[in-house]
């Protein structure tokens, strides 16, 4: 498994982190002078496909192994195995993040030494629809309620986009691993990822926690919106429109604790503060019912870089 002339990076976690070390590897090679061979996770092999890559193979780690190949390489080497995330690899670096808050891909490029600048490849192929489709992908909804690095939303939330996406006339489906994640009354997208990715970017829309199959999908998707669960996810994980003909919305869902924190201290500045804090009041009680999923006031509102909107 250990290539003697590479360096040979482990991704220990997400599909996301797949693409990133997959999208980063000529930019990688190019500073170090070396190819680099990825070790991903089995379950990852569909992010391989879709570069159409060589020079990687498929093991996934334990957690004690990769604390005994963390100490024994802290930088990359030739010939030597290099867990290439920064929670093993440089903790100091991503504590620092998890207290400022930047985006992930700043995290990314700072842990692997790379210029702002640094060219990232995007896939080179995705998959088609898949045979048989369990509906018409045109007017087809996907939901996907699983993710890693985020905490997940109430099973309540996802009832409610289905039901309102059903009474628009779609057909819609589920996907997710843990089958105590599923939504109530919604058949299930049953296999692979590159079956789940397929059907996804023929569907009229896609609603999906942020996770790293948004990474996979972003860039062809007809329709998505991403929800984030808190501040915290939608500073760092927020996801970009990389083409103009892309429909992304991010909407951050706040936990109605921050909400009420947040409206009282924007009333408290104000003229008339008893008077504004009460219709806050008023307006909060009503976010919270519909979750934020039909609110305009803050349902995929912009926010400040590595702030909360």
Excluded at 148 to 168: C, G, M, P, T
Aim: aromatic letters at 10%; one cysteine or more.
């Amino acid at each position: 498994m250990v290539r003697p002339d590479c360096l040979n990076f482990i991704n220990p976690f997400g599909l996301g982190d797949t693409m990133t070390l997959r999208g980063y590897r000529k930019a990688i090679e190019k500073k170090h002078g070396l190819p680099v061979h990825l070790i991903v996770k089995p379950s990852h092999k569909i992010v391989m496909d879709m570069y159409v890559g060589d020079n990687y193979s498929l093991r996934e780690f334990g957690g004690d192994e990769l604390s005994v190949i963390a100490r024994e390489s802290v930088v990359p080497r030739r010939g030597a195995l290099y867990v290439a995330h920064p929670l093993y690899s440089n903790p100091v670096l991503f504590m620092d993040w998890k207290a400022r808050a930047y985006p992930v891909k700043k995290l990314w490029r700072v842990f692997l030494g790379l210029d702002e600048d640094a060219e990232f490849d995007p896939p080179l192929w995705y998959p088609p629809p898949p045979r048989p489709c369990p509906a018409a992908p045109e007017n087809s909804v996907l939901l996907l309620p699983e993710a890693n690095s985020v905490v997940r939303l109430k099973a309540s939330f996802w009832e409610r986009i289905a039901k309102k996406a059903a009474k628009e006339g779609f057909s819609v489906f589920q996907h997710q691993v843990n089958a105590d994640n599923r939504i109530r009354g919604v058949p299930v997208l049953e296999g692979d990822l590159e079956r789940v990715i397929g059907f996804a970017l023929a569907c009229s829309k896609v609603y999906s926690l942020r996770s790293g199959l948004c990474d996979l999908i972003a860039e062809k998707v007809k329709d998505l919106t991403v929800f984030y669960p808190d501040a915290f996810a939608y500073a760092v994980y927020r996801l970009e429109r990389r083409f103009p003909e892309q429909k992304l919305t991010n909407a951050l869902i706040r936990p109605p604790g921050e909400r009420r924190s947040l409206l009282k201290k924007i009333a408290r500045k104000l003229p008339f503060a008893g008077y504004i804090l009460g219709r806050f009041r008023a307006i909060e009680e009503r976010l919270g019912r519909l979750e934020a999923l039909n609110a305009g006031l803050y349902h995929g509102a912009p926010a400040r870089e590595g702030g909360i909107p």
